[in-house]
C-alpha cells in the first residue's frame, strides 16, 4: 500500500481527506482504477470501499469501462481468488444505485458468462430492479441447486425474486421454502417452553466435556453472568495468544462474557497484563468498563500496536481511551487516523477523539463525512461543524439512496439543527 501521505495511499485507506481533494489533483482517475482492481481492504468481510470509489467515479465523470476490463482479464477464468472481482462487482452496482444505470451492462454480462458469475446475480437482485433481470431468471434456474437458490433469496421482500418465482417453478419452491422457515421460526419461537432448570455445577459440567449442549450451557452460564465462566475461559481460550484463534467453543465463551460487566475487571486486567489466551478478552472488557487506573495499560497496547502495524489490535484501546476521555492518547489517535489500513477502526477512532478532544475532532468530523465507512459518516454528520460546505454534503447525504439508512437518518437530523 503506497504511504498515507499520499493521494494514492490516502485513496486506498478511503480517508475523506482524499475524496475532497480528488477532483483538484491530477491523475486522482487512474489511482481510482487502481484502487477498484487491487482492492486495498486490510479486511474484505469489514471494510467498505464500494460505495466510496463509485462516488468518486461519478464525481470525476469517470467511465465505467476500465473497472468492467477487470471483471474481464483473462485471469479471470483461472484465477481462483473468490475475492477478485468482488469490490469492482460492487462499485459496479453502487454505480446504477446513482443513477449510472449503463454500470447494469458489464455487471449484467459478469452475471451470464463470468467465472464468479453468482457474485453478481447476487448484486443484480440486490439493485432489485427487474428490467435490468429480464431473462436471466432462466440462467440461474439451470445453474443452481436448490442450496444455492436459497442463498439467493432475499429474506425481505424483493421484486426480482417476486418476477423470478412467476416464470420459475424452482425459483417460485425456493421462496415458499424461505417463507415457510420464516414462519416456522416465528411459531417456534412464540410456542418455545421455558428453559430447563439446571444448577451452574451442571451447566459447567456439561461446557466442560465440550459434546452436545456444551454451546448452549455456556450461553446459558453467560445469562446468569455466573462468575466461574471466567474460570471456564482460562480453561478454553487458547494459550498462544493474540495470534491463536480461539475453539468453537472457546469463541462462545467470548460472546457470553460480553454480557458482563464490572465484577469481570479484576481477573480481565490480570489477563492483560499475562498476554495470555484471555489477554484480548481482558482488553476487551476494559475497553467497556475499565477506569483511570487502567488508561497506562491501554495506551501501551495502543502504542505496541500502532508501532506493529497490528491495526485489529488497536481497536479495544481505542475504545477504551475513548470511553475514558484519555487526553494523552489524542496524539496516537491521530496517528491511527491517518495511518491505519484498516479502514473499519475509524469510527472508533472518530468516537474517541470526539469525546477526548472535541475541538481537535472538528477537522476529523468534517473528513469523515466523506469517509468509506458508514459508521464513520453516521459519527460526522451528528458532530461535525456546521459550515456552508458541511451543510451541502449533510444533504447530499441524506438525499442519496445509495447511502445507509442510519447515515441518511443522522445527516436528516443533523440538518433540521
Known amino acids: 500500500m503506497e504511504s498515507a501521505g499520499t493521494l494514492h495511499g490516502q485513496l486506498q485507506r478511503g480517508l475523506g481527506r482524499a475524496a475532497r481533494r480528488a477532483a483538484d489533483r491530477r491523475g486522482a482517475g487512474e489511482y481510482v482504477y487502481d484502487c477498484v482492481r ?7 468481510q469489514c471494510e467498505s470501499r464500494r460505495l466510496y470509489y463509485a ?38 452496482a453502487d454505480l446504477v444505485r446513482l443513477s449510472r444505470r449503463e454500470a447494469a451492462v458489464p455487471l449484467r454480462r459478469y ?3 463470468g467465472a464468479h458469475w453468482f457474485d453478481a446475480v447476487e448484486e443484480l437482485i440486490d439493485l432489485a430492479d427487474p428490467s435490468l433481470t429480464i431473462g436471466l431468471d432462466e440462467l440461474v434456474a439451470a445453474r443452481c441447486d436448490d442450496s444455492e437458490l436459497a442463498l439467493l433469496v432475499p429474506a425481505r421482500h424483493n421484486p426480482v425474486i417476486e418476477t423470478w418465482a412467476a416464470r420459475q417453478p424452482r425459483i417460485a419452491e425456493a421462496l415458499a421454502r424461505q417463507r415457510e422457515a420464516g414462519r416456522a421460526a416465528r411459531r417456534a419461537a412464540a410456542a418455545a417452553p421455558g428453559r ?11 461446557a466442560r466435556r465440550r459434546g452436545e449442549g456444551a454451546i448452549g450451557a455456556i450461553f446459558e452460564l453467560g445469562r446468569r453472568r455466573t462468575l466461574a465462566l471466567l474460570d471456564l475461559a482460562e480453561e478454553l481460550l487458547p494459550r498462544g495468544g493474540h495470534d491463536a484463534g480461539p475453539s468453537r467453543f ?5 460472546r457470553a462474557l460480553r454480557e458482563y460487566g464490572p465484577e469481570t475487571l479484576p481477573r480481565a486486567r490480570a ?7 484471555c489477554a484480548g478478552m481482558g482488553l476487551s472488557i476494559l475497553a467497556r468498563y475499565g477506569t483511570r487506573q487502567d488508561v497506562p495499560l491501554l495506551m501501551d497496547e495502543l502504542r505496541t500496536a500502532l508501532e506493529r502495524r497490528e491495526w485489529q489490535a488497536a481497536a479495544n484501546p ?10 494523552e492518547a489524542v496524539p496516537l489517535l491521530k496517528s491511527a487516523w491517518t495511518e491505519s489500513t484498516y479502514a473499519y477502526l475509524r469510527p472508533r477512532i472518530l468516537t474517541a477523539l470526539t469525546r477526548t478532544a472535541p475541538h481537535t475532532a472538528e477537522s476529523y468530523t468534517t473528513e469523515g463525512l466523506w469517509d468509506c465507512e458508514d459508521g464513520v459518516r453516521q459519527e460526522a454528520a451528528r458532530s461535525a461543524p456546521l459550515t456552508r460546505e458541511t451543510r451541502i454534503r449533510l444533504q447530499r447525504l441524506h438525499h442519496d439512496t445509495a447511502e445507509e439508512p442510519g447515515v441518511r437518518s443522522a445527516a436528516a437530523s443533523r440538518l433540521m439543527t
Open 38 to 44: 487491487r482492492d486495498p481492504r486490510w479486511d474484505r
Open 196 to 206: 430447563e432448570v439446571r444448577s451452574e455445577a451442571e451447566l459447567l459440567d456439561l
Open 271 to 277: 489477563w492483560a497484563v499475562e498476554r495470555g489466551g
Open 318 to 327: 481505542v475504545e477504551g481511551l475513548g470511553r475514558l476521555r484519555a487526553g
Open 55 to 92: 462516488r468518486l467515479m461519478v464525481d470525476l465523470e469517470m467511465p465505467a469501462g476500465p473497472v468492467a476490463a477487470h471483471l474481464w482479464s483473462p485471469s479471470d477464468q483461472i484465477d481462483g481468488d473468490e475475492w477478485r472481482v468482488d469490490l469492482a462487482l460492487g462499485v459496479l
Open 250 to 254: 472457546g469463541g462462545a465463551v467470548s
Open 111 to 113: 452475471a451470464e458468462e
